[in-house]
């Protein structure tokens, strides 16, 4: 854990030192504000990408030891967890101390602002709320809620490039990233650099705001002079943005700058190497053991951990076990490879909190030994099977009272269950047609193997299994005269249940056509049948079966070509003429400019056109102010409708 927020840190604090030099003063603050969140992400991942190298396994060899007369080179895990738990726990309190304060913290800002809307007068202005508050306060957003001062409000105190501002934070969702960045520092309190990036992300969002003023047509040095009228030391809210928010110079300098498209570029392409750095730098490297086996290439090695506990318990893969159910567990491990692949990629590690005695050591290899492994490595030995060697000797009275005790007990509880449930499924099949799997009559004779007298006698009786098909002769063993009149002899059931054989000469075919499928079985699933009908309806579609003979049908003609002439012509697409009715031509008065007449007609209902073509209106506030001439025509009935633009010729 503590290397995890080690690596974060490190990772965040060069993302923010980039920030700091090349970005923050630059004026592209969209792409700064997607950065400034996305490099918590990214700085939180890079700590857990883990890259796996591969290492051929290399035997150890250990010395000679007799448990008896020697002490085994280990020292008992218990004597040195003591001071490290203390400390955990006492670590562990005080983050969870932390967590808590600030959790309670976040949620009385929050509480504090939900109950501001709720018992204050509210207004609705398009798609922001406006909360009238009787406090003397500055005009502060949360989400889509502007909270503005009563009396400066009703009285038109507050300039409209202040509202403008408030409207920016509201309609670019500023609120959700402080709610973001709230959430982290509940988790990650205790890093000062969490701090750091949200005061960073609010300024970016003062950036945004401010830039969207100017956007809008107000003139700078009246828009810094109500920046500086509206500043004071009042406490901030902590998940709002507020227009008094500190850093005044900082934000007069960066509204002067225009960053060109292509410092933005060749900033941003030197993240990538940067990037890769990191993820160099504070990646994970785990080697994995392969097997130098030119016949298992393909597959790499695998462990089980056997924590060896009091009173004959076992901890196997973190799974609990006792000596009665110690092989049943380990046969549930690692099931999609054969018992040979096991003995040759399997490593069984054995630990305890105490010296593991060789009665325990002697107990895990017999366990395994019909399992499969490839060594079993305990403190002080290690077991190869390859090598043929044993785990240090215990006596001959012992070892034989030990398999003695293992004959006695039989098979387990879990083990008898196991039996019984695939003994019963094949002994209720009928007939002498059906199908058994190999690895199951292999399981079922060896646990059949395990029991004693008594328990195969409550036991289900062991199924009569046939006898595994003879061997196909080698090809060099036949001559090709005989193998000119030599056929090959297929059983099977059919899909409407009667037997038949089916004869293939060798000389018809190199491969003979597969037989038709089994029928389903009376007691399958749903999902069962389904998979059969589609097996059985792909096979009848390639082969067919006649007089007790498959063979493959032929393939269907291909479809003649369609005709270019008697292909029929798409309907021709119906040409769409708008009509815009044109009315109330005219020129702003005397008394108004372009500019204010263009302001007023600000709806969200209306469309605005430029030398008939369809503009927003932030941008005919531009051409208006340098236009102050043009002409307007306006069709406008219930604020809805379209006010139109063209220059002056």
Not at 55 to 71: D, R
Not at 210 to 219: M, P, R, S, T
Not at 251 to 275: A, D, E, G, N, Q
Not at 298 to 312: G, M
Request: aromatic letters at 10%; hydrophobic letters at 35%; a positive charge.
């Amino acid at each position: 854990m503590i290397s995890y927020l080690l690596k974060f840190s490190a990772c965040l604090a060069v993302f923010m030192l980039f920030y700091k030099f090349f970005l923050e003063k630059e004026s592209f603050h969209k792409f700064k504000r997607g950065y400034l969140l996305v490099i918590l992400i990214i700085s939180a991942i890079i700590p857990l990408i883990t890259f796996i190298t591969y290492v051929e396994i290399a035997s150890i060899e250990v010395p000679a030891y007799n448990s008896e007369i020697a002490t085994p080179p280990y020292v008992p895990e218990h004597m040195l967890e003591g001071p490290a738990k203390f400390w955990s726990i006492i670590l562990w309190s005080i983050y969870l101390i932390g967590v808590l304060v600030f959790t309670i913290r976040f949620g009385m800002n929050l509480s504090n602002i939900l109950k501001r809307i709720k018992h204050n007068p509210k207004f609705k202005n398009h798609s922001v709320i406006h909360v009238l508050l009787s406090d003397l306060v500055h005009p502060h957003t949360f989400l889509n809620y502007i909270f503005l001062n009563k009396s400066k409000y009703e009285a038109h105190e507050i300039p409209e490039e202040v509202l403008l501002h408030e409207e920016t934070h509201a309609k670019q969702k500023h609120a959700l990233d402080i709610l973001f960045i709230e959430t982290l520092q509940i988790l990650f309190w205790f890093n000062p650099l969490i701090y750091f990036i949200k005061k960073d992300i609010k300024l970016n969002h003062e950036f945004l705001a401010d830039q969207a003023v100017l956007n809008h047509g107000f003139e700078l040095k009246k828009y810094q002079n109500t920046l500086l009228a509206f500043s004071s030391n009042a406490t901030e809210p902590q998940l709002a943005n507020a227009i008094n928010y500190s850093s005044i110079k900082k934000r007069f300098t960066v509204m002067k700058t225009h960053t060109s498209k292509h410092i933005i570029w060749v900033r941003s392409l030197v993240l990538l190497p940067l990037l890769a750095i990191l993820i160099y730098s504070f990646s994970t490297t785990k080697e994995v053991e392969k097997i130098s086996n030119s016949h298992d290439t393909n597959h790499t090695a695998r462990s089980i951990s056997v924590n060896v506990l009091d009173n004959e318990n076992y901890l196997i893969d973190d799974i609990a076990a006792t000596k009665e159910t110690f092989t049943s567990v380990i046969n549930k491990l690692h099931q999609d490879i054969s018992k040979e692949i096991r003995e040759k990629i399997i490593n069984v590690h054995v630990k305890s909190e105490k010296s593991v005695t060789d009665e325990d050591v002697w107990f895990i290899y017999n366990s395994f030994i019909e399992y499969g492994f490839h060594r079993i490595v305990t403190h002080n030995q290690e077991i190869v099977r390859e090598k043929g060697n044993k785990p240090f000797a215990i006596t001959d009275s012992a070892e034989k009272s030990t398999e003695n005790q293992n004959q006695q007990k039989g098979a387990s509880k879990e083990q008898i269950a196991e039996y019984n449930k695939l003994a019963k499924y094949y002994n209720s099949q009928k007939g002498s047609n059906y199908t058994i799997k190999l690895s199951d009559m292999n399981r079922i004779k060896y646990l059949y193997d395990l029991m004693t007298d008594k328990q195969r006698k409550s036991a289900e009786p062991l199924p009569n299994f046939p006898p595994p098909p003879p061997p196909a002769p080698a090809p060099e063993a036949v001559s090709e005269k005989e193998k000119a009149g030599k056929a090959h002899t297929y059983k099977y059931t059919d899909k409407n249940g009667k037997a038949v054989k089916v004869e293939v000469a060798e000389k018809d075919a190199k491969t003979p056509p597969p037989p038709p499928p089994p029928p389903v079985p009376a007691n399958a699933t749903k999902e069962q049948k389904e998979k059969y009908q589609k097996i059985s309806e792909e096979y009848y579609k390639k082969y067919k079966v006649e007089n007790g003979k498959v063979s493959e049908r032929e393939p269907l003609p291909p479809a003649p070509p369609a005709s270019k002439a008697s292909a029929p012509k798409p309907p021709k697409a119906p040409e769409v003429i708008e009509v815009v009715e044109e009315q109330n031509i005219q020129s702003p008065s005397s008394t108004k400019s372009a500019f204010e007449f263009v302001q007023s007609l600000k709806n969200d209902d209306i469309t605005y056109y430029y030398n008939k073509k369809k503009v927003s209106y932030d941008e005919i506030l531009k051409v208006v102010k340098k236009e102050p001439n043009i002409n307007i025509s306006t069709n406008i009935k219930n604020n809805k409708g379209t006010v139109k633009f063209w220059s002056v010729k």
